[in-house]
């Protein structure tokens, strides 16, 4: 059967196109990203004002004569030119070595991020993908079952929900839940009382993350749901689809394989959009909750002018909507093989 489809012309034409797209997707991001590092390498150092010396101000006893070792303990070593700088800050850059952090000196940038990842992405990560599904679930629901009055409601209050601010409804969440009903804590990601990676532990950061993780979750999925719905509405108007119910195919069939498959489009992309975003993304939920993941750390940093910081943390969102928007590029390609084919 293999062999087969290796010596079918049509296999290997849709094969070919498979590889140049990929291939030129991939370029693109290789080459975004070397902008994304080479904007990032330039901007700081066009910032006024010297890292290395604002360091010094914030420190007691340190002498103004050990300034050079400071800016060469940073990178900032002025003896060499801007084009070996920047070949070392490349090079770094790929070995995950983000210099030192101003505002945790002596704690590597590296080790600083370490900390707060793991959290954002259980957080955020979960979260979105959680709302993109039960969204989009509930798109097609509601655009396959729009006469009937529980869809109305259902678009009616999803809108009314994303009409307010997420980190307004998290105000409210903390208010009433935690408050008021005290289930659950005011901040934070888990309690200090119980040892870490314990069964205690783990159970403790699923209750100190309930509340954000349902402001996300809860805030996303109107939007998600009001794409969907939009969308698999005007595709339910096409001609094919007209066609495909007058042949008698099963409404199941019609409905997800039809319909549904094509009005998704749009949302992976939006879904790739966000998903890359998650990493900065959650700033205002995670200081509203006292979470200690990325968006907080970029706060953090802007406020301690920690540059390195800020830095790294900028490269990381970047590196991230783009590797997120290369996946969706390739997830659409399967889904609609005339992205692949250059006829849409």
């Known amino acids: ?121 259980g957080l955020m990560g979960l979260c979105t993908i959680f709302g993109f599904v039960i969204g989009t679930t509930l798109g097609i629901w509601a655009a396959w079952r729009r006469q009937h009055k529980l869809a109305s409601f259902t678009v009616g209050f999803f809108t009314f929900i994303r009409s307010f601010p997420y980190f307004w409804l998290g105000l409210c969440l903390i208010y009433v839940f935690a408050f008021k009903l005290r289930i659950f804590p005011l901040g934070g990601a888990y309690s200090i009382d119980e040892v870490r990676g314990s069964s205690n532990w783990w159970l403790s950061v699923l209750k100190y993350g309930a509340l954000p993780a349902f402001t996300i979750t809860l805030s996303s999925v109107g939007e998600w749901m009001l794409m969907m719905r939009n969308n698999m509405i005007n595709v339910l108007a096409e001609d094919y689809i007209t066609l495909a119910m007058a042949k008698g195919l099963p409404m199941r069939r019609i409905k997800y394989m039809y319909a549904a498959r094509n009005a998704v489009l749009p949302s992976v992309t939006g879904f790739a959009m966000q998903f890359g975003f998650i990493v900065g993304g959650g700033l205002i939920t995670e200081m509203v909750f006292a979470y200690p993941g990325m968006g907080y750390m970029l706060y953090q940093a802007v406020n301690a002018k920690d540059y390195p910081l800020m830095q790294a943390i900028f490269l990381i969102i970047a590196a991230s909507v783009l590797v997120a928007n290369f996946i969706a590029d390739i997830v659409v390609m399967f889904l609609d093989p005339r992205v692949r084919d250059g006829s849409k």
């Open 1 to 121: 059967m293999l062999q087969l489809c290796h010596n079918d012309p049509t296999f290997q034409i849709r094969t070919v196109r498979f590889m140049k797209y990929f291939a030129r997707k991939l370029a693109m991001l290789l080459f975004t990203l070397l902008v994304s590092m080479t904007i990032n390498f330039f901007l700081p150092r066009l910032i006024p004002g010297d890292p290395a010396q604002a360091l010094i101000g914030r420190m007691e006893g340190v002498e103004p004569e050990k300034l050079e070792s400071i800016r060469a303990a940073f990178g900032l070593d002025t003896q060499d030119s801007l084009i070996v700088q920047y070949g070392k800050y490349l090079l770094n850059t790929l070995r995950g070595d983000f210099g030192i952090s101003l505002s945790r000196f002596p704690m590597p940038v590296s080790s600083v991020i370490a900390v707060a990842f793991p959290w954002t992405i």
